[in-house]
C-alpha cells in the first residue's frame, strides 16, 4: 500500500551518496531537487554544492534539476552550476521526470531522482519508473517548525525501516 512512497534509498543527504559507485551500478544521470534537498529553500547554491556538481560530472554523470520552482529561483541557484534545468515542473506529475530523462539523453533505468520530499519528489519519482534517493531535507540550526507533511513522512519512514524488501534497492551507494 505505501510503496509508491518508498524510496529506493534513504540518506542524511546529498553528500551522503556514492556518485562513484552509482556510475559504476550503471546511471548515467542525476535528477535534483533544489529546495531543502541541495540548499535551504530558498538560498543560493554553496560552495559545497557548486564543488558536489563538478566533481559529479567528473565522474561521467548527467545532472539535471527538477524543481516546482520558477525559473528565475532557477537561474540564480545556477549562477556557479552549469546544468539544465525543468521549472515549474508540477511535480509529482511524471510528465517533469519523463522530460528530464529525455533532456538527459539517457534510458529510465540509467536515471535517478534525489529529492527531500516524499511526497512530491518520492512519489513522481516512481510513478515515473525513476529510481530514486530520499534525503533528510535542510533545516536552519534552530529551525523547530515543520510541516504537517513531514510528520506523515516520519510515520511512512518508520514502516519503511521496517519492510527491508523495500530498503537498498540501489545496492551499496552510501559513503562510509
Not at 72 to 89: G, H, T, W
Request: charge should be positive; charged fraction near 30%; aromatic fraction near 12%.
Amino acid at each position: 500500500m505505501f510503496k509508491t512512497f518508498y524510496p529506493y534509498e534513504h540518506v542524511s543527504s546529498v553528500f551522503a551518496i556514492d556518485y562513484e559507485e552509482l556510475y559504476r551500478s550503471g546511471y548515467r544521470g542525476i535528477i535534483f531537487d533544489i529546495d531543502n534537498t541541495l540548499v535551504h529553500h530558498g538560498d543560493d547554491s554553496t560552495k559545497e554544492i557548486d564543488a558536489l556538481f563538478v566533481f559529479i560530472k567528473n565522474i561521467g554523470l548527467k545532472t539535471l534539476l527538477l524543481t516546482n520552482n520558477t525559473e528565475e529561483r532557477v537561474k540564480r541557484f545556477l549562477r556557479n552550476i552549469d546544468s539544465p534545468y525543468i521549472c515549474d515542473a508540477d511535480k509529482p506529475k511524471t510528465d517533469g521526470y519523463l522530460k528530464a530523462v529525455e533532456m538527459l539523453g539517457i534510458k529510465k533505468e540509467e536515471a535517478l531522482f534525489v529529492g527531500d520530499q516524499m511526497f512530491v519528489d518520492i512519489v513522481g519519482a516512481n510513478r515515473s519508473g525513476i529510481a530514486n534517493i530520499l534525503v533528510d531535507f535542510i533545516r536552519q540550526s534552530g529551525e523547530t517548525k515543520i510541516g504537517k507533511k513531514r510528520y506523515l513522512e516520519k510515520a511512512i519512514l518508520k514502516l519503511y525501516r521496517k519492510n527491508k524488501r523495500f530498503q537498498h534497492r540501489l545496492g551499496n551507494i552510501v559513503k562510509k
